[in-house]
């Protein structure tokens, strides 16, 4: 009896060993399960980051292309705008030289009207032909009066060009906006320096240093100091651009584009 008592208390020493063995698998494996749940969750982090930074960049790109999109547009409003101011200032032209035949005619008609008053004593052939001469120059009037009715209307094109030309300013201050605002974004980006801060014909960035002061012509374009000199003929410039004649006597005298030197 004693002896197996004894088998049994020896058989159960082994069973009670493993315990602490158990116990620090179980550990080890909580460990490990926690470190993987650690790297899931991190890289569930880095996921999302990732995701955010591309729909940042993607709402970016999204804007940029449509200020592009607009300047485009814009541009193409001012190219119809020219077209159409073209063809008015055209017509205009053609109408002012009407205008002159019409107050030539007029004034030869009145000077033949009077000739024929005092030509009362002429043969009878030469008054019938005076006759044939006198209808002939009063259709010409009839047609003259018609023709003075379209010269008339001479304020209402000379309206509708200025109107045009102040729709064309209007295009291009909005467009060089967003250009501006499109370049400030881009350099922001990059780190360059943004092109609406460079002379165009230079490359040289404006700035307060007397030759290098962005100064604007009639036409809107900056150019700066040392440039309009290169560029000044005695009594004025011509925009390399657009080819607008700016009248100065004084280069100092052309106004200077703060906005640029204040950004």
Same mark, same amino acid.
């Given at each position: 009896?004693?002896?197996?008592?004894?088998?049994?208390?020896?058989?159960?020493?082994?069973?009670?060993?493993?315990?602490?063995?158990?116990?620090?698998?179980?550990?080890? !494996?909580? %460990?490990?399960?926690?470190?993987?749940?650690?790297?899931?969750?991190?890289? !569930?982090?880095?996921?999302?980051?990732?995701?955010?930074?591309?729909?940042?960049? %993607?709402?970016?790109?999204?804007?940029?292309?449509?200020?592009?999109?607009?300047?485009?547009?814009?541009?193409?409003?001012?190219?119809?705008?020219?077209?159409?101011?073209?063809?008015?200032?055209?017509?205009?032209?053609?109408?002012?030289?009407?205008?002159?035949?019409?107050?030539?005619?007029?004034?030869?008609?009145?000077?033949?009207?009077?000739?024929?008053?005092?030509?009362?004593?002429?043969?009878?052939?030469?008054?019938?032909?005076?006759?044939?001469?006198?209808?002939?120059?009063?259709?010409?009037?009839?047609?003259?009066?018609?023709?003075?009715?379209?010269?008339?209307?001479?304020?209402?094109?000379?309206?509708?060009?200025?109107?045009?030309?102040?729709?064309?300013?209007?295009?291009?201050?909005?467009?060089?906006?967003?250009?501006?605002?499109?370049?400030?974004?881009?350099?922001?980006?990059?780190?360059?320096?943004?092109?609406?801060?460079?002379? !165009?014909?230079?490359?040289? %960035?404006?700035?307060?240093?007397?030759?290098?002061?962005?100064?604007?012509?009639?036409?809107?374009?900056?150019?700066?100091?040392?440039?309009?000199?290169?560029?000044?003929?005695?009594?004025?410039?011509?925009?390399?651009?657009?080819?607008?004649?700016?009248?100065?006597?004084?280069?100092?005298?052309?106004?200077?584009?703060?906005?640029?030197?204040?950004?």
């Amino acid at each position: 009896m004693d002896h197996g008592r004894r088998r049994l208390h020896s058989g159960s020493t082994p069973r009670g060993g493993e315990r602490p063995a158990k116990r620090e698998r179980i550990s080890v !494996e909580e %460990q490990q399960s926690q470190e993987i749940r650690n790297l899931k969750r991190k890289l !569930e982090e880095a996921r999302q980051r990732e995701d955010k930074y591309i729909k940042n960049e %993607q709402l970016h790109h999204t804007a940029m292309r449509s200020k592009q999109q607009r300047i485009e547009r814009m541009e193409k409003s001012m190219e119809s705008t020219n077209r159409k101011m073209y063809a008015t200032q055209c017509r205009l032209n053609d109408m002012e030289n009407i205008y002159d035949d019409l107050e030539m005619e007029s004034k030869i008609m009145a000077d033949f009207i009077d000739h024929y008053y005092d030509s009362r004593n002429i043969t009878e052939e030469d008054r019938d032909e005076l006759q044939d001469k006198l209808d002939e120059e009063a259709a010409n009037y009839r047609d003259l009066e018609d023709r003075i009715k379209e010269v008339r209307h001479r304020d209402r094109y000379m309206k509708t060009v200025e109107t045009e030309r102040k729709r064309t300013t209007f295009y291009r201050k909005k467009m060089l906006e967003l250009a501006e605002q499109l370049q400030f974004e881009q350099q922001e980006v990059t780190g360059e320096t943004p092109l609406w801060k460079l002379c !165009e014909i230079c490359a040289h %960035q404006f700035s307060h240093s007397d030759e290098y002061v962005p100064r604007v012509l009639v036409c809107g374009h900056t150019l700066c100091t040392s440039c309009i000199e290169k560029l000044d003929v005695g009594d004025g410039i011509r925009c390399p651009f657009c080819r607008t004649w700016t009248n100065m006597k004084r280069i100092e005298a052309l106004p200077k584009n703060f906005q640029i030197l204040q950004m």
